[in-house]
């Protein structure tokens, strides 16, 4: 089983809304990322999870508020958000941050900030 | 940030024809991984490449890992209409902590 589940699969929120991004694997992998996706451009990364560690953060603004609650669950926070952010949110995971693992990717959350 | 350089950007092609792209980099990488996205999903993993100089089929799909681990090549044969979508190629480098760096990708239409 290689598989990466995220909800929702659509969000439409104003910009002084707050909500939530969920994304979901059981393969034990430790290792957990966010990706901010334009169309027809590669997934730009926001964020890693290390067994449960934020490790890296590519200077993304805090609007967006990742959460790392168990090695099972990885969380982003949106507040206030501007309609430039509307993208495709992809989560994936491997079994390590390490050089020579496979990073295997959720659907995605498309997102649209009005 | 950092990317391959992958090509070419787009190809429209018959059904039935042979497709080949690829990614060059001036870092040595670790793995090499191919993805392909649909509109609307995420990226799907083809196939994975850990050696240099690895050629590792997956069906109609072949990809080979460069001697000089800058490069990695995808061939597609015999295309069909579910080919069509956007193909990515991704590197890991040594001591990033996990980071793929992505290709630019290269966007398949197929003509039945």
């Known amino acids: 089983d290689t598989e990466v589940t995220q909800t929702p699969k659509h969000l439409v929120m104003g910009m002084t809304n707050k909500k939530s991004l969920k994304c979901e694997q059981h393969?034990?992998?430790?290792?957990m990322y966010w990706y901010k996706q334009k169309a027809k451009k590669p997934p730009e990364l926001m964020f890693v999870y290390s067994y449960e560690k934020l490790s890296i953060n590519e200077s993304v603004p805090s609007r967006f508020s990742p959460e790392c609650p168990n090695s099972s669950l990885l969380n982003l926070h949106l507040h206030a958000l501007q309609p430039e952010d509307s993208a495709l949110y992809l989560c994936?995971?491997?079994?390590?941050?390490?050089?020579?693992?496979?990073?295997?990717f959720g659907p995605g959350t498309r997102l649209l900030v009005l | 940030g950092q990317q391959l350089n992958q090509s070419p950007q787009s190809m429209f092609i018959q059904e039935g024809e042979d497709v080949s792209m690829n990614c060059t980099s001036s870092?040595?990488?670790?793995?090499w991984l191919w993805y392909k996205q649909d509109p609307g999903e995420g990226p799907v993993l083809l196939i994975a490449?850990?050696?240099?100089?690895e050629l590792t089929s997956n069906g109609r799909l072949t990809a080979q890992f460069g001697i000089t681990r800058k490069d990695s090549f995808l061939n597609i044969s015999a295309s069909i209409p579910s080919d069509v979508g956007i193909y990515f190629c991704?590197?890991?480098?040594?001591?990033?902590?996990?980071?793929?760096?992505f290709g630019q990708g290269t966007e398949l239409s197929v003509k039945p």
């Open positions: 393969m034990g992998h430790r290792a």
């Open positions: 991704a590197g890991l480098e040594d001591n990033q902590g996990g980071k793929l760096i």
């Open positions: 994936a995971s491997s079994p390590s941050p390490g050089t020579e693992e496979t990073q295997y």
């Open positions: 490449l850990y050696k240099a100089g």
């Open positions: 870092s040595i990488f670790n793995t």
